[in-house]
C-alpha cells in the first residue's frame, strides 16, 4: 500500500474509519457478494447470470454434432422442457418483483 503523510488528524481519522469500513463490507460479502455486489440490483444480477448461464447451455448443445447429443434428450426437448419454462419464469420473476413504487401507484 502506498503511504501518505497527512499532516490533519481529522483527515487522518475519516481516511481510516473509510479504510475500516470497507474492510468490513468485504468480510461481510462474502464469495457471492464479491462477485455479484450489494444492494437493490443483486437480484437482478444473479437471475441475469442465470438466465445467460441457461442460454449459454443450450446454445453449445444445440450447436454439438448429433453423434454427441443423447439419443433421448433432443433439440426439442432441450428447448421446450429447460429452456422456455426457465426464461420465461425469469422474466415473470423480474417482471413481478418490482416494487408497488416502481409500478406507479
Not at 453449445?60 to 426464461?87: A, H
Request: glycine residues 10%; proline residues 5%; neutral net charge.
Amino acid at each position: 500500500m502506498n503511504k501518505i503523510e497527512i499532516q490533519d488528524p481529522k483527515v487522518a481519522s475519516k481516511i481510516i474509519a473509510a479504510n475500516a469500513e470497507s474492510d468490513k463490507r468485504k468480510a461481510e460479502l462474502g464469495f457471492l457478494g464479491k462477485f455479484f455486489g450489494s444492494g437493490e440490483n443483486v437480484r437482478l444480477y444473479i437471475v441475469g447470470t442465470v438466465a445467460l448461464g441457461v442460454l449459454l447451455i443450450a446454445l453449445v448443445y444445440t450447436l454439438l454434432p448429433d453423434q454427441f447429443r443423447s439419443p433421448d434428450f433432443g433439440l426439442k426437448e432441450m428447448w421446450t422442457l429447460v429452456v422456455l419454462p426457465v426464461e420465461s419464469t425469469i422474466i415473470g420473476y423480474l417482471i413481478g418483483s418490482r416494487s408497488p413504487k416502481d409500478a406507479g401507484g
